[in-house]
């Protein structure tokens, strides 16, 4: 299992309407794409002094449905006009990592 983690960060001004984007049209777009091998997407927001950041975490079955989803150029973020637009600047790279272990109680 593989998370696909990517950062952008918004003004404050912003921060609801690209929180909005992301819940009303980009992750169900992605999700009825109805990708082998996505499993999830998950959203955190962290305010900072003069913006907010905000870091997508994917869950992806394998390397293969990573491509699915991304392309040939799989680490090359994927973001919409319509995000970048609301964006103050945002990682041009997605991160991989391997899921090691969950430990839950």
């Known amino acids: 299992m593989l998370k696909r983690v990517w950062r952008g960060w918004t003004s404050p001004a912003n921060a609801d309407a690209y929180e909005d984007l ?11 794409r ?3 091998g996505f499993l999830g997407i998950e959203l955190l927001l962290k305010p900072l002094e003069a913006e907010v950041e905000f870091m997508t975490i994917m869950t992806f079955a394998d390397r293969d449905a990573i ?4 392309g040939p150029a ?3 973020a994927v973001v919409p006009l319509a995000a970048q637009n609301l964006l103050s600047r945002y990682n041009k790279q997605a991160t991989h990592y391997e899921l090691r272990t969950t430990c839950r109680p």
């Open 67 to 70: 491509v699915r989803f991304a």
């Open 22 to 32: 992301l819940r009303a049209t980009i992750f169900p777009g992605i999700v009825n």
């Open 74 to 76: 799989h680490e090359t």
């Open 34 to 36: 109805k990708l082998d």
